[in-house]
């Protein structure tokens, strides 16, 4: 075991404090204005009670300018007290700060098992990292000096490749305050144990994106007849390029190129994901273009399905969990390929999931022979309620071979509380909400390359008076990728 110490070789301006520790510099500023206020305020007995001689027994028979001097001189003592203060909070400050960052860079070192480590060393106002008594077989320290401040720092930036955090990146003063701020939520929400994740090391992503997707519908009766149906398969093909948590892309609709689609749809989804808590949001809406393959006991001939334009869906779906083993586990090694999972773990999810949906069976176009067979009191179902859920499951990385292969595993199950609209075929009504949602990710790293296949499933269910309809989204996504 090896100890670490950070100095500085001057001291720091207050473009090196952190962006929490700057407020000290504006809070400690409130004692000055109070003292001035104090000064206006006291009345001449009080000075006289207590020795003090009053401003305005001061005042009188002099100038404005002479007044001046004499207000400052009685100002002075108590300005220099409060200076002072303003002083040791901001040096109690600057001190914590280099402890925090020396255990960072410590806990850093000590978490690689062989090479070097590459140490930041000098800033633009002159901060030094000096990194001692440590096994130089082990590691190796280099010092950056700073550029010239009167480069562009949007050439900077260009001119090294978009690491942010490069020493000799001259930031104004508005563009420092982000950084540090977005230091701070890297940091806070975003950190792991080395031991297990770690980053892959580059800011930038290219994907090329193959998503395939469709519905199921199920409505079950208690004489335990069904009505099974499927929409199309629908394809998007697209391109996207990202910068950190940031990506921009276009998405294509590929039925409309190769295939002959007989359905209008659109999909819009969002995703954040950081180490402890990921936040989706998906948007979907569908009409015609599906197939019924089981219907009661008629018998669907040699096809095997029956093509149907009765079903229109609409939907929308936001949810937020909390990953439990955040240190150990990343759900972004699998899902956004910025991490390295080192070491297989898994993590217990608990979240809040909230949907709406809307869907529209219409069998009254169905053909007379069919109408005869149709399970069921009604030939038109119309489905409108919200879901207010609490999740709970669980999430697994496997790791075949680290920055290699990885497959991931999650399942979340949910329950809660539904709210049927009027309109509705059984009208407004307060249920009991039950879903599930499944994924598995494989990933194949090769350097700077990656490629994964992954799936996703969202089933919602609806449980009505002499039926049960189940309605689902399912998705096979393609990625193909380089990191740079």
Not at 131 to 156: F, G, L, M, Y
Not at 224 to 245: N, P, Q, T, V, W
Request: with cysteine; aromatic share 16%.
């Amino acid at each position: 075991m090896f100890g670490c110490q950070q100095s500085y070789n001057k001291f720091p301006t207050k473009n090196d404090y952190p962006a929490f520790f700057e407020l000290i510099l504006y809070v400690t500023k409130v004692p000055v204005v109070f003292g001035t206020l104090w000064i206006y305020a006291v009345n001449c007995r009080f000075c006289r009670h207590i020795g003090l001689k009053c401003r305005k027994i001061a005042f009188n028979g002099h100038d404005k300018s002479t007044k001046m001097r004499i207000f400052a001189h009685q100002l002075s003592p108590l300005m220099n007290i409060t200076v002072l203060l303003r002083r040791a909070l901001v040096s109690a400050a600057l001190l914590s700060v280099s402890y925090a960052n020396a255990y960072e860079l410590c806990d850093s070192i000590g978490d690689i098992p062989e090479g070097y480590i590459f140490v930041d060393g000098a800033y633009d106002d002159g901060i030094i990292y000096d990194v001692t008594e440590i096994d130089t077989s082990r590691v190796r320290i280099e010092t950056i000096s700073a550029a010239p401040a009167n480069e562009n720092w949007v050439k900077q930036l260009i001119d090294c490749g978009f690491h942010i955090n490069d020493p000799g990146i001259n930031y104004p003063k508005f563009a420092r305050f982000c950084l540090k701020v977005y230091n701070w939520g890297d940091r806070t929400f975003n950190s792991y144990d080395r031991r297990y994740v770690v980053s892959t090391g580059k800011n930038w992503k290219i994907i090329g994106k193959s998503y395939n997707w469709a519905q199921s519908y199920l409505l079950t009766f208690s004489e335990k007849e069904s009505i099974r149906m499927i929409s199309d398969i629908y394809c998007d093909i697209g391109a996207h390029l990202c910068f950190m948590a940031v990506s921009i892309g276009y998405d294509f609709n590929a039925n409309n190129i190769f295939g002959h689609p007989s359905s209008t749809r659109s999909n819009f989804e969002f995703n954040f994901t950081c180490a402890l808590f990921a936040a989706n949001y998906q948007r979907t809406s569908t009409k015609g273009g599906t197939r019924i393959t089981q219907f009661g006991t008629f018998d669907l001939g040699k096809k095997g399905y029956f093509d149907f334009d009765g079903v229109s869906q609409s939907g929308y779906g936001l949810d937020l969990y909390y990953f439990f083993n955040h240190r150990k586990y990343s759900q972004a090694a699998a899902y956004c390929y910025s991490k390295y999972q080192l070491k297989s773990a898994g993590s217990l999810i608990m979240g809040f999931n909230h949907t709406h949906q809307e869907v529209d069976l219409d069998f009254s176009m169905l053909p007379a022979v069919m109408l005869d067979n149709l399970p069921g009191d009604h030939d038109h179902y119309h489905f409108k309620h919200n879901n207010y859920d609490v999740m709970c499951g669980y999430a697994y990385n496997w790791v075949l071979k680290p920055r290699k292969w990885l497959i991931n595993g999650t399942i979340l199950p949910s329950v809660g509380y539904k709210h049927s609209y009027e309109g509705s075929t059984e009208g407004r009504k307060n249920m009991f909400s039950a879903n599930i949602r499944g994924m598995f990710s494989v990933v194949y790293n090769n350097r700077s390359l990656f490629v994964s296949l992954s799936g996703r499933f969202d089933g919602h269910t609806y449980f009505g008076d002499g039926y049960n309809f189940f309605n689902s989204t399912e998705s096979l996504t393609l990625n193909v990728g380089a990191r740079f």
